[in-house]
């Protein structure tokens, strides 16, 4: 076995280990659960299992990418709640015929917020944001299973105040494309502070995450079910649909789809938030070449709110090595 894959085995093994340790710590950055690809926003905004020729769909799971990704640059766009804009853009490199790497920065920006004193007065104005700086690595254990890891250096800036971060997402994908079949494991967002805003601690959201996607007989549709947030389960309505998504693709040829998605926690945690009959389901669609790619998806927490998120892919080399 080749160093490189004795060494992400041994990665997954240690990450997977010290999962249980921080897996119930206080969350914080919780815009690592935003997607960047229009194909899983479509499907309902979490989606670890949905195996395309798209490097976005690789920042839920990094067991997705692989060398069919070589040469690819795939930049993403997302027009959030309020005045948010979200942004990013990232590379992909083949590492042989089993092998592949990814390089991609996101950027989250908030708009301007007035800052004000405890009396209510206003004294000015700041523009929070987050970024993500990751790498990632990918490699086939045989013809159907493939390992994945991403390593994400995180800058958040709210004011005066900064602070960074170190992720690292792991990943491990079933692919079996004779039945139309995916399954896969992530652990997400494993890792810590390297420098805190003040001298308050911010746990990462540490998650495990597990999805399938299966083709349906004798039709061009696939359905996707994806559990996540699963070592926090809380009494109360709507517990368990609390961390499941589901989603249907219609791929009418490898070169179209259209997606639709449905998570019930967006759904349920816009009750109070003037939400509208659309609250909680995703649209979205998509066309490829083997030169490029768009990619688009809606979707309307509440009635103030419609999400618009834009992906575009193109083929800039043919990259093997």
Known sequence: ??????FLLLIFSLGFGSFWVHAQDYRAYGFLGIPSSARIYGLGGMN???????????????ALLGPEM???LDL???RYIGDSNFAGVSFGRAAGDHAAWKAGIQYFGYGSIEETLPDGSVVGSFSPIDMSLSGSYAHDLSSRWRLGATVKMLYSSYDSYTAWAVGVDLG??????DRDLSFSVVGANLGGQLKRFNNTAEGMPVDLRIGMTRGISNLPMRWSVTGYNLTRWRNGNGGF???????LDFTPSDKFY???????KMRSDMKGHKRSILSGFSAGAGLSTSRFNVGVALAQPHTGATTL???LGLKLVDITR
Request: aromatic share 12%; glycine share 8%.
């Open 76 to 78: 993403n766009y997302m």
């Open 241 to 247: 649909m609390k961390h499941v998504v589901v989603g």
């Open 48 to 62: 670890i299992s949905t195996v395309e020729d798209n490097l976005n769909v690789t920042d839920q799971n990094p």
């Open 258 to 264: 259209i997606s639709v998605g449905y998570n019930y």
């Open 309 to 311: 998120m834009v992906n």
């Open 1 to 6: 076995m080749k160093p490189l894959v004795k």
């Open 172 to 177: 491990i994908n079933y692919y079996d494309p």
């Open 70 to 72: 070589g040469g690819w």
